[in-house]
């Protein structure tokens, strides 16, 4: 009866959408719309257009007109356009951010590819910026004037760097497998260990990969085990390729077996059928002197004598999204001419930061320090521990009292590709929220503006540093006060 009366009287109360925009614009007696906005919205929203403006008003009103109806609002005085108006600019100001924006990776995974697997080194960078800027000879032959291949700007030095013949770059891994595979093998049989049957990620699976090429599986071997005799079997005047496919994700253990590369290479060569390796990571470098376990580097594969191999561009190698191809020159030189190639080229910015990448390879010890994935991987507990502790003296002293806040051992995972399994010992900043759920702790970092994202073990959230920057550590810190702070503001 009452409270029906209330709802009615306070739903009368709630602003007019047209008016509280004429008071949010208009309402300033002569100055201008742009230069009212001006002086209302904060400096993100100043720039905010009309549309958005609009969209933030119905969106606030919709709201309060919401939260009478649930019964949270008692007071009229809570729905005038001045009580209205900071809900309002906290929409606007949502509204004004990118989609895609960067955040704070504070899980420890250093290739994740939700995150968007590896960073680039600041060279790279640089020459992403000077394409995007500039014209440049992405297809002109600067000496004949005539026009050129987007290729040949880094076929040489992946040959140099790999010891392949010939190279060609796509859009990425899984681009890489469909085309050779498409070239080498359409409406022919590819052989594959049972064992390698893989998927990838959402949607990346061998068997399926296989069948939208055009090729078709030929399946040999168990799930756990492969012999080179269960290849041979299967080989007929129809197969066009041996694949092995790097189980990437996945690890077996127990009674299993695999043909090593150099087998399946002789059994090829002895009936004239070329071998593939779909490496999936493909590291230039031994990554063993970061404590890792031993994986093939691309050099190897190809001494191997593998025909043709394909792997990606920001896993291990740690450059831009692309899918590498190596191998023989005239396999290589069938597949630049597959038209299917045109729909899965990369483009320039790809091939800018790429180049720069690839050019730090030319020196190991450089690669390891300058390109960021390397970096990371190669990071010891003590590097790390020095800006974990870096870190707890930011947050310690202000969250007294509201949290506990302590160093602690940890391990990061490798991530994306190869080695996903591998434990790396590391130093992260464990937080205990007192007053709120780990729950609500890991939540409220992800939902800041600039999100951190940890993760929660034995109830804690953990900070790990070795995926932190020197840079990010204030940030990450500011943070993590922010959500406090407005624990405390939202709480008093
Ligand atoms: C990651 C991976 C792929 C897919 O590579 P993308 O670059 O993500 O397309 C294919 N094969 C293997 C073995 C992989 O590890």
Redesign the pocket.
């Known amino acids: 009866m009452d409270t029906v009366n209330d709802k009615q009287m306070l739903l009368r109360a709630l602003p007019k959408v047209d008016e509280f925009l004429r008071w949010l614009l208009f309402d300033d007696g002569g100055i201008s719309a742009e230069m009212h906005k001006r002086q209302w919205l904060s400096a993100d929203c100043e720039k905010a257009p009309l549309f958005l403006v609009k969209k933030a008003v119905r969106e606030t009103v919709a709201a309060s007109r919401q939260a009478v109806l649930d019964g949270k609002v008692s007071d009229v005085a809570t729905l005038t356009h001045d009580a209205l108006f900071a809900d309002l600019q906290r929409r606007l100001a949502l509204m004004m951010q990118p989609n895609f924006r960067t955040l704070i990776n504070a899980s420890g995974v250093v290739i994740h590819?939700n995150m968007g697997r590896s960073l680039l080194p600041e060279s790279a960078m640089q020459g992403i910026l000077q394409v995007g800027r500039c014209y440049s000879n992405l297809e002109f032959d600067l000496k004949t004037g005539k026009r050129g291949s987007r290729y040949s700007l880094v076929e040489e030095i992946l040959c140099e760097l790999t010891g392949a013949e010939a190279a060609l770059v796509v859009n990425?891994?899984?681009?890489?497998?469909l085309l050779v595979l498409g070239t080498l093998a359409e409406g022919r049989e590819v052989i594959v260990s049972r064992g390698q049957l893989?998927e990838?990620?959402g949607s990346?699976r061998i068997p399926e990969v296989m069948k939208k090429s055009g090729a078709c599986l030929v399946e040999v071997g168990a799930t756990n085990r492969t012999h080179l005799r269960d290849y041979e079997g299967a080989i007929s005047a129809d197969t066009a390729l041996l694949l092995k496919?790097?189980?990437?994700?996945y690890r077996m253990i127990g009674f299993t077996s695999e043909v090593p590369l150099s087998e399946m290479v002789a059994l090829g060569a002895k009936h004239g059928i070329p071998v593939m390796e779909?490496?999936?990571?493909g590291s230039l470098v031994d990554l063993t002197r970061c404590g890792l376990a031993k994986e093939p580097t691309v050099r190897e594969v190809v001494a191997s004598g593998a025909d043709v191999v394909?792997f990606?561009?920001?896993?291990l190698l740690g450059g831009p999204?692309?899918?590498l191809i190596i191998g023989r020159k005239a396999i290589i030189d069938r597949i630049k001419k597959n038209p299917l190639n045109r729909a899965l080229r990369i483009d320039k910015f790809t091939l800018a930061g790429l180049e720069g990448v690839l050019r730090l390879y030319g020196d190991e010890r450089q690669a390891m320090r300058s390109i960021p994935t390397l970096a990371m991987l190669s990071a010891t507990r003590q590097e790390i521990g020095k800006r974990a502790a870096r870190l707890k003296r930011l947050v310690q002293k202000p969250l007294a009292g509201k949290c506990l806040v302590e160093l602690c051992d940890t391990e990061s995972r490798v991530g994306?590709?190869?080695l996903p399994e591998q434990a790396l010992p590391s130093r992260a900043l464990s937080l205990r929220p007192l007053t709120v759920s780990v729950n609500a702790l890991e939540e409220g970092l992800r939902r800041l503006s600039l999100p951190i994202i940890g993760r929660i073990e034995n109830e804690a959230m953990l900070l790990d540093l070795r995926t932190v920057s020197d840079l990010e550590i204030q940030p990450l810190a500011h943070g993590v006060l922010d959500f406090f702070s407005t624990l405390s503001a939202e709480k008093g």
């Not at 496919?245 to 994700?249: D, E, K, Q, W």
């Not at 779909?278 to 990571?281: A, E, P, R, T």
């Not at 990606?312 to 896993?315: A, F, L, Q």
Request: hydrophobic letters at 35%; aromatic letters at 4%; a negative charge.
């Open positions: 590819t990425n891994n899984a681009a890489a497998v893989v990838i990620g990346f496919v790097h189980t990437s994700n779909d490496l999936g990571s394909t990606s561009g920001d896993k999204q692309a899918g994306g590709g190869a």
